[in-house]
């Protein structure tokens, strides 16, 4: 069946530094949403991606969709405290999330 | 607006015990998800249902697991006999979407604790 593959596991930055995790798919993604979850919460829904080559952004955050809609990429520039917590890509038609990657932010 | 509900929070019961888990989604969302979260396996989807018909179960890990949609307002998920390995947080999502490619909006989940 379609796996979703998420690395690095876990991140851990001194505050200031930038951050990307990748997302990779064994089959074609329809779209890829990117959800992020704080320690003790639940997924928050960030965005989505539908379209082959997509970049969308949200402030410090850059999303790209890649050009065979198999991978996906979240990058954070200028990490702040703010932003620990786990990322997670979510693909395809029957909603299949990696295991995320948790972001530590050193102060 | 009220988000999706669950309940309970928090749920410790001890093995062999039924436990029923309980939803409810955003009003007028047409699709209901239940996840399982642990360290180990990460966020696995267990069932969704569409229009409160189930969809696809293949998630759910065996027939101790139950779910249930009997109205477009409230599902239920079931663990009958629970064992301590069903230990995790639970959530339930909905989206307003007919196709599950839609949002989804997480309830605060439910830390279920099996001794």
């Known amino acids: 069946g379609q796996q979703v593959m998420q690395i690095p596991q876990y991140q851990h930055v001194q505050e200031g530094e930038d951050f990307t995790t990748y997302c990779n798919s064994s089959t074609t993604l329809s779209n890829i949403q990117w959800y992020k979850q704080r320690p003790g919460g639940h997924p928050v829904f960030l965005i989505q991606?539908?379209?082959?080559?997509e970049v969308k952004k949200q402030k410090r955050l850059t999303f790209q969709f890649g050009e065979a809609k198999k991978n996906s990429s979240l990058h954070i520039t200028a990490t702040q405290t703010t932003d620990v917590g786990t990322y997670f890509c979510a693909g395809s038609y029957i909603p299949t999330f990696g295991r995320g990657t948790s972001l530590i932010v050193h102060p | 607006d009220a988000g999706v509900i669950q309940s309970p929070r928090h749920e410790v019961t001890e093995m062999g015990q039924e436990v029923t888990l309980r939803c409810k989604p955003i009003s007028g969302h047409n699709s209901l998800f239940w996840y399982r979260q642990t360290m180990m396996r990460g966020l696995e989807l267990l069932i969704y249902f569409n229009n409160n018909v189930p969809i696809d179960d293949s998630g759910m890990p065996e027939d101790r697991f139950s779910a249930k949609m009997p109205n477009a307002s409230f599902s239920t998920l079931k663990i009958q006999p629970s064992e301590p390995r069903d230990s995790a947080v639970y959530f339930c999502a909905s989206s307003l979407s007919e196709t599950s490619t839609d949002t989804q909006y997480f309830g605060p989940g439910t830390r279920l604790t099996v001794l």
């Open positions: 991606l539908v379209k082959s080559g």
